[in-house]
């Protein structure tokens, strides 16, 4: 059974940095490019950022383009979001997803974790 | 970026209705296109890719249409578990980027 669990959300205050994990079980980690998608609360489903199988690809919304970087582990089957410069805008839930292949839709999710940004 | 533009935002049905969600491309996008179902405190689950290719285990009351920049999502007979909040989501570029959400609320 494919597994995404996340980790490492909570309360920062603007401009500081976190870093959230994405542990992943029950596929072939090393095969599949994986995303970052987020949620303000009661907003809609913003994506992120995406890592190829390999890292050789990496993208990033304009939002985040220079304060969050995305990484992986193959050997570890985890993926990871390292977000600096926080802002309040930043405030989320953060899914971590598969793609099916890179670039295309998202076929498993984890079950989020909250970053909230506040002072 | 690709803009993707939901409507309606908020719909109100009935069990059994057949309910009928547009989402518009910016620009063609061929058929690079999937739709998603998320419940309350849920994460989004993927019902249909490629515009009309339905998701393993999805139910067949669900079906996706289009091309191009006009797609819609049909739920042939709607049920008490498809009260929910539907997203369209385009792959032929990056960014990857999703439309606003159709909230499907009962009548």
């Known amino acids: 059974e494919v597994q995404l669990v996340e980790s490492g959300g909570g309360l920062v205050k603007p401009g500081g940095s976190l870093r959230l994990s994405c542990a992943a079980s029950g596929f072939t980690f090393s095969s599949y490019s994986m995303n970052w998608v987020r949620q303000a609360p009661g907003k809609g489903l913003e994506w992120v950022s995406s890592i190829s199988s390999s890292s050789s690809y990496i993208y990033y919304a304009d939002s985040v383009k220079g304060r969050f970087t995305i990484s992986r582990d193959n050997a570890k089957n985890s993926l990871y979001l390292q977000m600096n410069s926080l802002r309040a805008e930043d405030t989320a839930v953060y899914y971590c997803?598969?793609?099916?292949?890179?670039?295309?839709?998202?076929?498993?999710w984890g079950q989020g974790t909250l970053v909230t940004v506040s002072s | 970026d690709i803009q993707m533009t939901q409507s309606p935002s908020t719909l109100s049905a009935s069990v059994g209705d057949r309910v009928t969600i547009t989402c518009r491309a910016s620009?063609?996008?061929?058929?690079?296109l999937a739709w998603y179902q998320q419940k309350p405190g849920k994460a989004p689950k993927l019902l249909i890719y490629?515009?009309?290719s339905l998701e393993s285990g999805v139910p067949s009351r669900f079906s996706g249409s289009g091309s191009g920049t006009e797609f819609t999502l049909t739920i042939s007979s709607l049920q008490p578990d498809d009260f929910a909040t539907y997203y369209c989501q385009q792959y032929n570029s990056y960014s990857l980027t999703f439309g606003g959400g159709t909230k499907v609320e009962i009548k």
């Open positions: 620009q063609s996008i061929s058929s690079w």
């Open positions: 490629k515009a009309s």
């Open positions: 997803a598969r793609d099916i292949s890179s670039g295309s839709y998202f076929d498993y």
